[in-house]
DNA sequence: GCTCGCTATGCTTTTCAGGCATGACGATGA
DNA sequence: TCATCGTCATGCCTGAAAAGCATAGCGAGC
């Protein structure tokens, strides 16, 4: 029995699902499935009860449970102990990170960056691309996610591209589809994210527009948690978003794959050259994330 | 953080060493090193002050220290909680041993047993190899760790050799020596076990020096815990002890291989061929532990 | 009966704990 | 002062097991 286990457990008895409890952490349902199904062998005991519609907690496991969550809870406990009483110096780290980016996620990764590089605060500051480029210029930032390409003597490693994708309404004939083409979107009122958001994106996004001819009825916001709002308030037949990070704004709305990929919203992320160790180890975990390059 | 590390680092707390606590917890001290390396640098506190004649708690560690003994124990406890909510059924597997087998190791075995198969409540009996054949063909041992190969559809896995030694006074003239032959053994005063404890080792061992036409003048014993006094009480110069085994009888005494290794003390694990699923998998288990295949 | 959502299983890939060999370093004793 | 010993650390390799992917099975609800 190991921690993961009991992370695991009750992760599921919370949610009460395995698939929606793997989603949370991060892994595969299958993956979660063996891993309980080894605790419970283990352990001598039925933990869930496995339906068709989710899982639910036996008596034994119902008692498990609270322990479980006790341990965990302990577990952070000592963490704290030993830091406070260590007189360990937490090296602050200060990392930049895009509006849009989904919370979970953030809150994800800061929790894998303190598994990992116990000795680091991590410290958010939210910014666009360019303001990220010019703090960690000066110094004020030790890190950024960023959405362009980073210059001048700042290293750089990319991390993932989302292909752009519109999500239309619900009753909108193209909602049936997965894929469409930017000509299609000819004469449609689409609400985009202003330039101020991703700079790059949004002047390739126009262009690429410009470059086919098609002419959509652009109306641009800030929309960010709002879309939903933003997106009735003007009508829009559709909202052009990015994959992972801002599907989740329009959940109902059906969301169709730009054909031409005119778009890919690339994450990079960027530091200065001469940087504390602690520094580039929390950047190396973050490194770590990177998608595998996607075969020519 | 798992509680692998967590026990790792209590074993460590304890016996002040990092070789010792490895030996203790079966695994090699540069495994052991680098998993308390893992735990200090997610935690980003230093746990020990490595000094060339041991391994000390920082004041960070002491502190982690209560709370990781508390964990452990936590962890034991929700284990109990989950069975005696769940109307789990432990079916009880009774298990034979040999006498002689090292107490530690035998502690050790049961942990193994109770972490890998939880739903089995190990019952151990002592007992010498014919009379746990014997119980294991009339059913009233489910599964027998003997010194005998296993006969007449009984099944039976071999598990690992020990060859043979002496273990010699200290002020005795082989003392220096790191091996030796039945020949030398010519004329001493030996005391070696009596038949009663492991037939067949006894007989081979016996057979050896007579067809080499070596006498030496046997005394036998049941000694186990007392091979000491046994030895001294007898005015003896050596005693026929067994590799990991016995070598501990007589910490003090040098142990000398058998150069001709005339009789290998080879242990069996042996079970009815028709038997239950839980004894299955403990047999499983066990026979996990074999070692590797000498080499030709 | 059909689809949908949930869990389980078979397979492959990848990660990482562990073992072995060896190095560095201070303590101890001749 | 130097050799020896016992301590922990490091490099390299192997093997076990965790995670991923694809897919099957299965009951609920339409």
Redesign the pocket.
Known sequence: M?L?HLR?FVA?AA????????EQL?????????????LEHELGVVL?E??????ALTPGGAAFYHHARLLLRLADASREAAHSAGETTREVVDLGIPPGLSPEWVVWLLGLLREQVGDASVLITEANSAEQLRMVREGRLDLGLVHERPVRALNGTRLFGQPFGVAVRPDHPLAERTECTLRELHGLRILAHGREQVQAAHDALIAAAHERGVTPLWRFAQFSEHARSCAEATESDAVVLTENSARRLLPQWPWLRLAEDPVDLTTWLIWQSATRAVVTRVAEVIS?LAE?ATAP
């Open positions: 190991e993961r695991y599921i949610e009460r699902s395995m698939s929606r409890a793997a991060h892994l595969t349902q299958p993956s979660l499935s063996r891993q309980i199904r080894q869930f496995r339906t068709t519609t989710g899982t770590g595998p």
